[in-house]
Nanobody
Framework: QVQLVESGGGLVQAGGSLRLSCAAS??????YAWFRQAPGKEREFVAA????????YYADSVKGRFTISRDNAKNTVYLQMNSLKPDDTAVYSC????????????????????WGQGTQVTVSS
């Protein structure tokens, strides 16, 4: 059974840091991504990592603040979030696909086959 389980969310003050984890089981995936959805807003792409970790993608809104990484031995993907802002408040979800995604497909939620349950991140001002 394929599962993606996120952890690491919580409440943090603006300027603080959190690290999200996404542990995968049941399959080895080529591409992982993090998406987020704030109340009343559409789901948006945050970051993705393709292959064994060499290719990374970021939304403009998080570049320079967030870092995506993966530990292939543990089948786990991480999202290190620094300099958090209240606008980063959302439910963060991990997504994965066995496909080696290229180009614009990396940024599209419907490209990913598997999703975690999401973890809440709240940044207070």
């Amino acid at each position: 059974q394929v599962q993606l389980v996120e952890s690491g969310g919580g409440l943090v003050q603006a300027g603080g840091s959190l690290r999200l984890s996404c542990a995968a089981s049941g399959h080895t995936f080529s591409t992982y991504a993090w998406f987020r959805q704030a109340p009343g807003k559409e789901r948006e792409f945050v970051a993705a990592i393709r292959g064994s970790g060499g290719i990374k993608y970021y939304a403009d809104s998080v570049k320079g603040r967030f870092t995506i990484s993966r530990d292939n031995a543990k089948n786990t993907v991480y999202l290190q979030m620094n300099s958090l802002k209240p606008d980063d408040t959302a439910v963060y979800s991990c997504a994965a696909t066995p496909q080696f995604l290229y180009g614009g497909s990396v940024y599209l939620g419907n490209t990913y086959n598997y999703w975690g349950q999401g973890t809440q991140v709240t940044v207070s001002s």
